[in-house]
């Protein structure tokens, strides 16, 4: 028989829900010189919940070629002065911009948007676009240029999310020319771990040419995890967690073991939102239909060990 843990059974705990701490690092490169090499001198911004790294330029030229601005030269070639169709240079994956964020201890963090100002030299690449670790550097990040303004401004997406400079002169102002990356819809959530983005830019008319980013702010949020962090996914768990999504709330453990001595379930912010001890049957029937949408670790105890799933629940 399957045991119910209804409301007469199930202990919700008391949510203390801390307000997430939304943040906007922007680098402003206002130390940069034409001397000042690949790693941007100016003092990072600063947030509560996250450490933000420094600009890195890897693989391009050993120095900006301007001041104020992280622009390099010796990218990818593969585009032809005036010419708009033709374009056979990739991605060298060695040839980047690099930013790592950093969750501080007892937090995590969720990156909503990358919003930068960038430009060419007049030979400059023609493509960019920009990658993470969650992935290995493996696919494009969603690219949006709704953002681009005013007169003459040239820049669009392709398919692929990949940034095209579609005409081969370049604009009077970089102002105009401002890219987002939208994570709204990614899985750059609840992240305890470092996080690193990398710029690819390519197709360059000539490796003398130059490409340029201005103004970066990264967007997201930060809130504390305590607990949260000891959570990891054991693929090795003595149970089994059905359906996961669940689109109700309710939920079905099924332990390997029969010797379950306690069942908590554990929101984002490590706060247990409901618990169960003395268990009698390996079969637990789960309903958290009252609980919110979102994020949930599952955490049960059997004998000296202690294993956690991770639950989403879709309303």
């Not at 059974?9 to 307000?19: C, E, N």
């Not at 990358?114 to 493509?127: K, L, M, Q």
């Not at 997201?220 to 689109?247: E, Q, V």
């Not at 001595?261 to 939102?273: F, H, P, R, Y």
Request: with cysteine; aromatic share 10%; glycine share 8%.
């Amino acid at each position: 028989m399957i045991k119910k843990l209804l409301s007469a059974t199930l202990v919700i705990a008391a949510m203390h829900v801390s307000k997430a701490q939304s943040f906007s690092l922007v680098y402003s490169f206002s130390n940069v010189t034409a001397t000042s090499g690949t790693i941007d001198p100016t003092p990072t911004p600063t947030a509560i919940g996250v450490t933000s790294g420094s600009f890195i330029a890897n693989g391009l030229s050993a120095n900006p070629t301007t001041t104020n601005v992280f622009a390099f030269t010796q990218w990818p070639t593969g585009a032809t002065t005036g010419n708009n169709t033709t374009f056979t240079g990739s991605i060298d994956p060695a040839k980047n911009f690099e930013i790592t964020l950093t969750p501080n201890g007892g937090y995590a963090i969720d990156v909503n948007n990358i919003v930068f100002y960038t430009t060419r030299s007049g030979t400059g690449p023609r493509n960019w676009a920009v990658r993470s670790n969650l992935d290995a550097f493996a696919a494009n990040l969603p690219a949006d240029a709704s953002m681009v303004t005013g007169t003459g401004t040239v820049i669009t997406v392709q398919n692929g999310n990949t940034f095209f400079w579609s005409d081969d002169a370049k604009t009077s102002s970089a102002w105009f020319n401002t890219c987002k990356i939208d994570l709204s819809a990614s899985n750059f959530v609840n992240l305890i771990n470092p996080c690193t983005f990398k710029f690819y830019a390519w197709n360059s008319e000539g490796s003398a040419g130059s490409w340029r980013i201005d103004s970066v702010a990264i967007n997201g949020s930060a809130y504390i995890s305590t607990g949260l962090g000891k959570l990891t996914h054991d693929l090795n768990a003595k149970f089994k967690l059905f359906p996961n999504p669940s689109s109700d709330g309710v939920v079905t453990v099924e332990a390997i073991s029969a010797n379950v001595t306690k069942l908590e379930v554990i929101n984002i912010l490590g706060a247990v939102v409901a618990s169960q001890n003395n268990l009698s049957e390996n079969k637990i029937k789960l309903d958290l239909s009252s609980l919110p949408e979102g994020t949930y670790f599952v955490r049960i105890k059997a004998g000296d060990k202690i294993t956690t799933e991770k639950l989403v629940i879709s309303k």
